[in-house]
T-cell receptor
Framework: IAGITQAPTSQILAAGRRMTLRCTQDMRHNAMYWYRQDLGLGLRLIHYSNTAGTTGKGEVPDGYSVSRANTDDFPLTLASAVPSQTSVYFC??????????????FGPGTRLTVL | QKEVEQDPGPLSVPEGAIVSLNCTYSNSAFQYFMWYRQYSRKGPELLMYTYSSGNKEDGRFTAQVDKSSKYISLFIRDSQPSDSATYLCAMSEGGTSYGKLTFGQGTILTVHP
């Protein structure tokens, strides 16, 4: 069982370019999340989805969009990348539609640099 | 001021030491408290979870929550080099904010032999 996979592992991107970070889970979890991790700021929630077909905004959603067409995939798109979006991006999933007590399982992360 | 404050360290201790990691928070609606461990260049993994005030023990790890002081702690007894990682506290209100966690900045811990 792979758990959560993220692609690419790392990417250098020119400012203004469009980029989609991919996230796939094989645990049939209902809820999925995208976080960014920055030094000194910890992990901050970008967007979440409690079940396929629904999404919601987290703490720092501006400049990012998500879709949840099926249970397994939750891509994160940067429509026009800016240098402040340089970060490590983590995808996570949890079992029961996002109940607070559920364990969130994290992927290995995508390191994105926007120049 | 951030909702959750955590001393980023870094913290360096000898093997066998007792380690104390702490977070303070300002949102009195937080009810669920978690500690995640993150090894270098890996994703975080849940270490311990507690609900409301009180203590919880799991092997060498003890989590404490004091809601009256808005303060949570993680103690590691007999620390090992394999405990070297970044430790992140996380909190949630529950209710309609299901699954939405607020994290501290993380504390970098090194246990040297």
């Amino acid at each position: 069982i792979a758990g959560i996979t993220q692609a690419p592992t790392s990417q250098i991107l020119a400012a203004g370019r469009r980029m989609t970070l991919r996230c796939t889970q094989d645990m049939r979890h209902n809820a999925m999340y995208w976080y960014r991790q920055d030094l000194g700021l910890g992990l901050r929630l970008i967007h979440y989805s409690n079940t396929a077909g629904t999404t919601g905004k987290g703490e720092v959603p501006d400049g990012y969009s998500v879709s949840r067409a099926n249970t397994d995939d939750f891509p994160l798109t940067l429509a026009s990348a800016v240098p402040s979006q340089t970060s490590v991006y983590f995808c996570a999933s949890s079992d029961s539609g996002g109940i607070a007590t559920d364990t969130q399982y994290f992927g290995p992360g995508t390191r994105l640099t926007v120049l | 001021q951030k909702e959750v404050e955590q001393d980023p360290g870094p913290l360096s201790v000898p093997e066998g030491a007792i380690v104390s990691l702490n977070c303070t928070y300002s949102n009195s609606a937080f009810q669920y408290f978690m500690w995640y461990r993150q090894y270098s260049r890996k994703g975080p993994e849940l270490l311990m979870y507690t609900y409301s005030s009180g203590n919880k023990e799991d092997g060498r790890f003890t989590a404490q929550v004091d809601k009256s002081s808005k303060y949570i702690s993680l103690f590691i007894r007999d620390s090992q080099p394999s405990d070297s990682a970044t430790y992140l506290c996380a909190m949630s209100e529950g209710g309609t904010s299901y699954g939405k966690l607020t994290f501290g900045q993380g504390t970098i811990l090194t246990v040297h032999p």
